[in-house]
């Protein structure tokens, strides 16, 4: 089993910047590749970024292409999500998993398990 920690939310204004870590413990090993989700009362989880673990490659939805970038550091089991220019519309918890169905499509939250607690994030205008 592997358990996920996410860290680093806060509150910024529009156009500033935050980084989120989420860290692995438990069954490293485990780790097929990590997926961010954000969710708001108002709205289903939904996917962020992706970066497999192995390789590094990565994956990013419409709406944070160009602002946000996923990183990995294998030696310290973490993972990293750089949010740049953000807006109010990112305010939301966000939320690291592991992609543990590899037959789902990454960007579908029922790929993943071992998910976080969650940490907030919000931009106000």
């Known amino acids: 089993q592997v358990q996920l920690v996410e860290s680093g939310g806060g509150l910024v204004q529009a156009g500033g910047s935050l980084r989120l870590s989420c860290t692995a413990s438990?069954?490293?090993?485990?780790?097929?590749?990590v997926g961010w989700f954000r969710q708001t009362p108002d709205r289903e989880r939904e996917f962020v970024g992706y970066i497999t673990w192995s390789s590094g490659s990565t994956n990013y939805a419409d709406s944070v292409k160009g602002r946000f970038t996923i990183s990995r550091d294998n030696a310290k089991n973490a993972v990293y999500l750089q949010m740049n220019s953000l807006k109010p519309e990112d305010t939301a918890i966000y939320f690291c998993a592991n992609r543990f169905r590899l037959s789902i499509p990454h960007t579908v939250r029922w790929a993943y398990d071992s998910w976080g607690q969650g940490t907030q994030v919000t931009v106000s205008s």
């Open positions: 438990g069954r490293t090993s485990n780790i097929n590749g």
